[in-house]
């Protein structure tokens, strides 16, 4: 049986809620567990997308939505402090490991890249 539109982003609601959660302690490990359950927050709402057009005017419906988009802003402000904090990171390990450069700026710093294998 079918689940609900309502049910279907309440499920979305909850991984995404799950995602703020890890992000309050935003470690590699914590971050890493976020992708899974932002794409599956996603493939909820898609799937729902045709009921969700034929539900107008449901409040269950609406409610639900409301919180999803209240959860997902809520989401997209810890992620911005994460990559704000990244990102001064970056900065600050340039001054310190490189000098500035003629313009004032932190060197830029040669990083290796991430690869994560799993077989």
């Known amino acids: 049986?079918?689940?609900s539109v309502s049910h279907q982003?309440?499920?979305a609601r909850a991984g995404?809620?799950?995602v703020c959660?890890?992000?309050l302690s935003p470690s590699p490990a914590a971050l890493d567990r976020c992708t899974p359950l932002l794409e599956t927050a996603v493939a909820e709402v898609s799937a729902c997308l045709p009921e969700l057009r034929g539900s107008?005017?449901?409040q269950d419906v609406l409610d639900e939505a409301q919180r999803l988009f209240l959860a997902v802003g809520h989401a997209k402000r810890l992620l911005e402090g994460a990559a704000e904090f990244?990102?001064?990171?970056?900065?600050?390990?340039?001054?310190?490991s490189?000098?500035?450069t003629g313009s004032g700026e932190p060197a830029t710093v040669e990083r290796g890249s991430r690869m994560q294998i799993e077989g």
């Open 1 to 3: 049986m079918p689940r």
């Open 9 to 11: 982003l309440s499920s």
């Open 16 to 18: 995404v809620s799950d």
């Open 21 to 23: 959660q890890l992000l």
């Open 56 to 58: 107008q005017g449901r």
């Open 86 to 96: 990244h990102h001064n990171w970056i900065r600050r390990l340039g001054a310190l």
């Open 98 to 100: 490189g000098g500035y």
